[in-house]
């Protein structure tokens, strides 16, 4: 889409879109692409414009600006973060906007003065400060490691119409800007929460809160469609996301077994944590969704991982598990860790200084079995569960 669109009286989208973005980031697949979304707000006497545009797409951004208003009147840049894709045309804007103050958290500001190498004339806002436009008015609702810690929302006051930046996006690129002209992209949704925002739940749920009471007409995210009907509901959507589970001891092993080594381990390893008021899920990683395992990664008391070894290494399924340790809020930072070996054994080690490096509390050394486990050995699978089981217990 190359020219902007008016979302209401004064109020427009001046976003570029990025349909053929395949991955976000280096890190996510984006089948859909993207947008990035920005917003240009005219009050009676000053203009404010919201966020930017990936500096690659910045000369289509311009243009948008350009076929609204001269940008050398625009008052206002607000950073609700400081993030390239929303602030990386933030530096050539500049020079457009002569009389421009940006608007942003502290944090924000100390992170753009690592990326723009100029002085530019900012402002920093708190929790609840506002910007009178003239008949509008622009309040900033802190909203620290949404995803990052420099993170705010800026409330349209009078017209309860919401810019969050990343929060209740969707990297989802379609005809149009608004979600009602969308197909369903409601997987796509709960992917990105799941890939940037699962790991704040707690910061998600304080931020939700402040938005309780406000009457939203819009929500303006600043990826993907634009809701201007049903605004609350993504907001409902990570409420329930982001809530705690029930409580209860639970202790999950997660496991893989090319021949059925790993997996005796892993049941003995069940059988010890299984003591009373201890509940016990047994994982085959290759027979759950990512979604499933990172649920009982945030419900479970203890993590426990039988790692077989193959060619000297943790094999890849259990090196991605790993890595989603830190894409999620972890309920407990209890571990365990086993595993069979054919000649060398090193899985085990790997995985312990994964876990370590996650702060993760082994109260039990290892477990490892050349080939098939031996009785002895599965004794001392049996122990690790049991100590395990133990220290949950005592939380
Ligand atoms: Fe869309 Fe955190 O940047």
């Known amino acids: 889409m190359s020219e902007a669109v008016e979302l209401g009286k004064g109020l427009h989208w001046i976003g570029v879109k990025d349909p053929t ?24 006497t000053h203009t404010a414009i919201i966020d930017t545009v990936k500096a690659k797409r910045f000369e289509e ?30 530096a050539k804007l500049l020079q457009h906007c ?30 609840n400060e506002s910007i009178d436009l003239g008949g509008r008015t622009l309040r900033f609702i802190a909203a620290p490691f949404l995803h990052w810690p420099d993170t705010m929302f800026t409330l349209l006051e009078e017209e309860g119409i919401l810019f969050p ?42 931020a939700v809160a402040k938005l309780d009471g406000v009457e939203l007409k819009m929500l303006c995210p600043s990826h993907g469609p634009i809701y201007r009907c049903d605004a609350r509901k993504p907001i409902d959507l990570y409420r329930k996301w982001s809530m705690p589970k029930a409580a ?41 969704s990512v979604a499933d395992i990172r649920d009982l990664m945030e419900e479970c008391d203890a993590l426990i991982f039988g790692i ?34 054919g000649w060398s054994g090193e899985a085990c080690r790997m995985a312990e200084e994964r876990l370590k490096g996650m702060n993760f509390k082994l109260p039990v050394p290892f477990v490892r079995s050349p080939f098939m486990p031996k009785p002895e050995i599965i004794a001392e699978c049996e122990a690790l569960g049991r100590t395990i089981a133990e220290e949950v217990l005592k939380k």
């Open 21 to 44: 973005l395949a991955v976000f980031d280096d890190l996510f697949p984006t089948e859909h692409g993207t947008t990035y979304n920005s917003f240009l707000v005219q009050g009676d």
């Open 165 to 206: 930046c990343d929060a209740f996006g969707s990297h989802y690129s379609g005809e149009g800007i608004f979600a009602d002209e969308m197909p369903d992209f409601s997987g796509e949704t709960r992917f990105y929460f799941d890939c940037i925002m699962r790991p704040f739940k707690e910061r998600i749920l304080q």
């Open 248 to 288: 209860g001891k639970r202790i999950a092993i997660f496991y893989l077994s090319p021949h059925g080594n790993t997996e005796q381990m892993a049941e003995a390893v069940a059988s010890g944590a299984g003591l009373p008021g201890v509940h016990v899920t047994l994982c085959h990683i290759n027979h759950a």
């Open 61 to 90: 951004f311009l243009a948008k600006i350009t076929s609204i208003m001269d940008p050398a009147e625009v008052d206002y840049i607000v950073v609700n973060h400081s993030e390239p894709d929303h602030s990386g045309s933030l």
């Open 98 to 127: 002569p009389k421009a103050c940006v608007v942003s958290s502290q944090a924000a500001r100390t992170f753009l003065g690592n990326q723009i190498h100029a002085p530019f004339e900012s402002r920093i806002v708190k929790d």
């Open 308 to 341: 077989p070894t193959i060619n000297r290494d943790i094999p890849k399924p259990m090196w991605d598990v790993l890595a989603y340790l830190s894409t999620v809020s972890l309920k407990g930072n209890i571990g365990g860790i086993f595993g069979s070996y």
